[in-house]
């Protein structure tokens, strides 16, 4: 399974930037999926996750400016990002829990996609 991140840039602080990814390969099933972020000389953090129910979790920074959805007839989640602010610059890694035969589970990472916000 790949996972298969697109978006991200440069924008300014109040401004939107939206961010997708997609799954491929043999899925069988997808739980939880997510977006997370590492920002230069901070440890990795859970931004917002979609369960396969639709339930929501976000990062208490972002809530009420990121929204989180996904799309089962094509594996892909988008996070919309709104009201950005500098410090929401960070390297964004899309994250899959994926089953591939419907037994075993396998925690899948994309590619990191930048996205910086200047003042």
């Known amino acids: 399974v790949q996972l298969q991140a697109s978006g991200g840039g440069l924008v300014q602080a109040g401004g939107s930037l939206r961010l997708s990814c997609a799954a491929s390969?043999?899925?069988?099933?997808?739980?939880?999926m997510a977006w997370y972020r590492e920002a230069p000389g901070k440890e990795r953090e859970l931004v917002a996750r979609?369960?396969?129910?639709?339930?929501?979790n976000y990062l208490g920074s972002v809530r009420g400016r990121f929204t989180i959805t996904r799309d089962d007839a094509t594996n892909t989640i988008v996070l919309r990002m709104n009201r950005m602010k500098p410090e929401d610059t960070a390297t964004y890694y899309c994250?899959?829990?994926?089953?591939?035969?419907?037994?075993?589970?396998?925690?899948?990472w994309g590619q990191g996609t930048q996205v910086t916000v200047s003042s």
């Open positions: 994250y899959a829990h994926v089953s591939t035969d419907g037994k075993w589970t396998s925690d899948t």
């Open positions: 390969g043999t899925i069988f099933v997808i739980n939880d």
């Open positions: 979609i369960s396969r129910d639709g339930v929501t």
